[in-house]
């Protein structure tokens, strides 16, 4: 709050906003799908993006990392009115936004510096789902307990706001006996770890309620080429 600019610029009357103001201000009438949760975002938002750029639906993307696919850049221009971005938590940023589609990964007591505690971070994140506009998608990690725990508070949100509200669960799909599904994902997806199997799945979850077909899901995953320090190989 010292900057020099900043102090400035409240000294001449000039408007101020923070990034997450401003580029919830410049969204308008677009149709965004936000990625949150506390881990998981990133690599989350790259399958989804891979997927439904693959799918022709020529999404603007916007991600807090550097995409392989998109040769190193976390920024990529469409000019359909589909927008794909990271939603982050910290500082309750994505309460600037009103997505049309929305993934919760989990929720963890993270950002300590401005969270009070656990319950602080879910109260947030029920917020954020109150953000996302009228008849809108809701994907959720069912394996996640901390989210989990909001169901209920969730599915009243949802009904007031008309959401269609879908959680997705790896435990279940693996056991007592692995599904095609389960196996198809683990034979696109080019990742070491359980946490990112549940990744693709609420990836792969969102397309579907996008009307994308499996065959172009599960391809669009095994062309995955990762992200900017996230399982890189070195």
Not at 104 to 120: E, G
Not at 132 to 142: P, R, V
Not at 162 to 171: A, G, R, T
Request: aromatic content about 12%; proline content about 3%; hydrophobic content about 40%.
């Amino acid at each position: 709050q010292d900057n020099p600019e900043l102090l400035k610029a409240k000294e001449l009357g000039i408007k101020t906003l923070s990034y997450p103001q401003a580029f919830g201000e410049s969204l308008g009438t677009k149709k965004i799908i936000a990625i949150a949760g506390t881990a998981g975002k990133s690599t989350t938002t790259a399958l989804v993006s891979l997927i439904l750029t693959k799918a022709k639906f020529d999404p603007t993307i916007i991600i807090g990392t550097k995409l392989n696919n998109f040769n190193g850049k976390n920024f990529r221009f469409g000019k359909s009115d589909w927008i794909i971005m990271e939603a982050d938590e910290y500082k309750a940023a994505f309460l600037n936004y009103s997505p049309t589609c929305a993934i919760i990964t989990n929720i963890d007591f993270d950002h300590s510096d401005f969270y009070k505690n656990l319950a602080d971070v879910k109260y947030t994140f029920l917020k954020f789902v109150n953000q996302i506009k009228t008849t809108g998608i809701l994907i959720l990690n069912e394996d996640d307990k901390n989210l989990f725990s909001l169901k209920n508070k969730i599915e009243s949100i949802a009904k007031n706001k008309n959401l269609k509200v879908f959680w997705y669960s790896l435990d279940k799909i693996e056991k007592p006996t692995k599904t095609p599904l389960f196996d198809n994902l683990k034979k696109s997806l080019n990742l070491t770890g359980k946490h990112n199997m549940q990744n693709a799945l609420l990836a792969y979850g969102l397309a579907k309620q996008l009307k994308v077909k499996d065959n172009s899901i599960f391809k669009a995953l095994s062309d995955y080429k990762g992200i900017w320090r996230r399982m890189e190989y070195k």
